[in-house]
């Protein structure tokens, strides 16, 4: 169960039209191309999506999954109405009650739950392996974070087994540096059943970290952590978006792209290769199908069908798919929009801004008067 | 649109004098780093609302159906309709310049019969255009001709383009290799279905020729008139001409002629966006996705997965999908075709007039 229906407020006006999922990145990719890539990697074969905010972009991008191999195997899931009116999805755990139905359908054993909004690569089946192996009721996959850093996150603390004792939820003085990393796999029973009762409770907020874990705890439930070391990024603000997509670049980068053994798959549209003008320059740089280059690229990430100018300058900076830059303009330190235009001469952005980075959103034009 | 089907005939052969077509039909020839030759002919169908599509197929057709499919790319898996893959004749390549083999057409007339639609356009694969058939259709229905055949005026010399003979608008004849300002044929022609079975039972017993030199003494009960196409098509028959429609793909205006209006569909590999490396120098040229570029390309087309490593030099060249060129190598004026591996220093040079080829590789 993909929850996939965050807005991503932190991203301002990069999610005024489109879910935090559906965010363009990485030239070509949307964020939930991870963690679906990621099931069909790890042989998952169904998977219900949960969509709530601005999903159209959403619904149209996952069509029936067959470009991440899930053919047919993709169920949206979006809130629905009933004979008694229905609502919106209230917290995580509501937004799985809800679709108890689709979960009892397809019959499985276990359940994993996962966050359509954060970039990692991770063999789920692996994790599976271990819950199994711990005979256990609820399996958390848990990152260590670095100490200082700690009290910013849900923490589980565990014995040398792995068996978690407590949950501290941004806690002043943590006695753990593993994070939650949102992702969970359930025993299907056990799952549906404490959603029912779960959903009954009105002073729950029906919340997976919040509700179902502390009283599972309670419950003295076999509650084992999944110790994951691989990249793994929240993206959430438009810095950290901005960082994560510089990692990508390097001839080392810290999040390989190129990784052969576990495809990142993607719904692009198809685009002539990459064109570079005669006195076009490139330097450090990822550049998606369809785009042209006239001008200068430095150090950015140039989204599929987005344009550079002549003597335009990309530098340091992210341009969404369909970005154009028109001749003379300078984007600097920024993120571009999708399909949004920086107009002639114009100078988005700065080289001494630090971590205040420039953006737009999607299908804006940035004139000179800005 | 009327109720069209769409034919395309890929069992002819080329007279490329290069190993590019000992490995693969000419209709799936790579073309512009991603594509094949065959993504034209069939995305020009199915852009023109066309969801029947045969394909007659030549008798080394791997690579050809591993591009195809089942069609899925161009919209063609489907219920109704779809893609249908026909058998070709085992000699239908042994003639060079037939390319509507009558043997093909009348070996497979149960995909014709088996349809209901008024029109069928037939096609090779061997044009770069993008067209609106429609456009081509109409033209046809309005003029009431038997058959209607896509033509330009031919820019260049070209002893592998077929022409015709036009007098007061009616086509009196073929003849193989046109010179500047003759009426190319651009292989492909629309035509009443039923009246194309019709005439392939005329021609049962000189099943071996071509339907355009079968019709050689018809030319005045068949009706046979020509659309002129202006906009951009460029024949790829041979080394030459294979080199210079890649090279045409650096001009944006003609690009954007191909591509813009109308896709251009493609088997899709999901592959990474193209990687640039700190240090690299890229201009004037098309750079596929996946590929990782340290060293320096200029003037050249290169196609999926393609590494130019530190120091290489790429100038003037199609450098076809899964090729390495190491360290300090200088590829110019030159083919180098599928899963090479240049070694470290290596010189491969053509000349302007003479085109390097390096046929596959097994890297």
């Known amino acids: ?370 | 649109m009327p109720k069209a089907i769409g034919l395309i005939t890929a069992n002819y052969s080329t007279k490329f004098p290069s190993p590019l077509t000992d490995s693969r039909p000419a209709a799936s020839l790579p073309f512009l780093g991603r594509y094949r030759l065959v993504d034209f002919a069939l995305s020009n169908m199915v852009n023109c609302g066309i969801r029947t599509v045969g394909m007659v197929m030549p008798y080394n057709y791997r690579s050809l159906i591993d591009h195809v499919g089942s069609g899925r790319e161009w919209e063609l898996t489907r219920k109704t309709g779809g893609l249908f893959i026909l058998p070709g004749s085992a000699f239908g390549t042994s003639r060079t310049g037939s390319r509507f083999l009558l043997r093909d057409l009348i070996h497979n007339k149960v995909f014709l019969e088996r349809d209901s639609a008024d029109l069928v356009v037939l096609s090779t694969a061997n044009w770069v255009y993008s067209m609106d058939y429609n456009k081509l259709f109409e033209a046809h229905l309005a003029s009431g001709a038997d058959i209607t055949v896509l033509t330009q005026a031919a820019k260049d010399k070209d002893v592998d383009v077929a022409g015709f003979e036009v007098v007061d608008g009616r086509v009196k004849g073929i003849k193989h290799g046109v010179v500047f300002g003759d009426t190319a044929f651009l292989d492909c022609f629309v035509m009443g279905r039923e009246k194309l079975l019709e005439i392939l039972d005329w021609f049962a017993a000189t099943d071996y020729l071509d339907l355009f030199e079968a019709l050689a003494g018809e030319y005045e009960r068949v009706n046979v008139q020509t659309f002129d196409y202006e906009g951009y098509a460029a024949p790829v028959f041979n080394k030459d001409t294979y080199f210079k429609a890649n090279m045409d793909m650096l001009d944006t205006k003609i690009t954007h002629e191909l591509f813009s209006e109308r896709p251009v569909r493609t088997k899709n590999h999901d592959n990474q966006p193209g990687k640039y490396q700190p240090g690299c120098k890229v201009a004037n040229s098309r750079v596929s996705g996946s590929s990782v570029i340290y060293g320096t390309v200029t003037n050249s087309v290169l196609g999926r997965g393609v590494t130019v490593e530190k120091g290489a030099v790429v100038n003037n060249a199609i450098i076809m999908q899964g090729c390495t060129i190491k360290s300090g190598a200088v590829i110019e004026n030159a083919i180098i075709d599928r899963n090479n591996l240049v070694p470290e220093g290596t010189e491969l040079r053509g000349a302007p007039n003479a085109i390097l080829v390096k046929e596959k590789g097994q890297a």
């Open chain 1, 1 to 370: 169960m993909l929850l996939a229906g965050g807005q991503g407020s932190r991203l301002y006006d990069l999610t005024k039209d489109v879910a935090k999922p559906a965010v363009s990145f990485g030239a070509k990719y949307r964020i939930i191309d991870f963690p679906l890539s990621n099931c069909a990697n790890s042989g998952i074969n169904s998977v219900g999506v949960l969509t709530q905010y601005r999903p159209y972009l959403l619904h149209s991008y996952l069509g029936t999954g067959t470009a991440w191999n899930l053919e047919d195997g993709i169920a949206i899931l979006p809130p629905y109405a009933t004979q008694t009116g229905g609502s919106w999805y209230a917290g995580t755990a509501d937004a799985v009650a809800q679709n108890l139905e689709y979960i009892e359908l397809n019959d499985p054993e276990y359940v994993i739950i996962l966050s359509g909004d954060a970039l990692c690569r991770m063999d789920y089946h692996d994790m599976l392996e271990t819950h199994k192996k711990n005979n256990a009721d609820l399996t958390i996959a848990v990152m260590p974070v670095p100490w200082e850093d700690a009290s910013r996150f849900g923490l589980l603390v565990a014995d040398e087994t792995g068996r978690i004792t407590e949950f501290q939820e941004k806690p002043p003085e943590p006695k753990s540096n593993l994070a939650s990393m949102g992702i969970y796999i359930f025993n299907t029973k056990l799952l549906c059943d404490e959603l029912r009762l779960d959903a009954a409770d009105p002073e729950s907020e029906h919340d997976f970290g919040g509700n179902i874990i502390p009283k599972l705890l309670n419950d003295g439930r076999r509650l084992y952590t999944y110790k994951f070391e691989g990249f793994w990024r929240d993206v959430g603000t438009i810095a950290s978006y901005h960082e994560t997509s510089m990692e990508l670049l390097g001839e080392n980068p810290s999040f390989d792209l190129f990784q052969k053994d576990f495809p990142i798959m993607s719904n692009t549209h198809s685009f002539p290769p990459a064109y570079f003008g005669p006195d076009a320059t490139v330097d450090d740089c990822i550049v998606g199908n369809g785009s042209k280059i006239y001008g200068d690229a430095v150090h950015s990430i140039v989204s599929i069908d987005s344009v550079i100018g002549k003597g335009a300058v990309v530098k340091d900076s992210v341009l969404l798919p369909g970005a154009i830059v028109k001749d003379g303009a300078k984007v600097i330190n920024a993120i571009v929009g999708e399909n949004s235009v920086i107009e002639e001469g114009v100078v988005f952005g700065s080289e001494d801004a630090g971590k205040d980075y420039t953006f737009c959103g999607n299908n804006v034009v940035i004139g000179k008067e800005e």
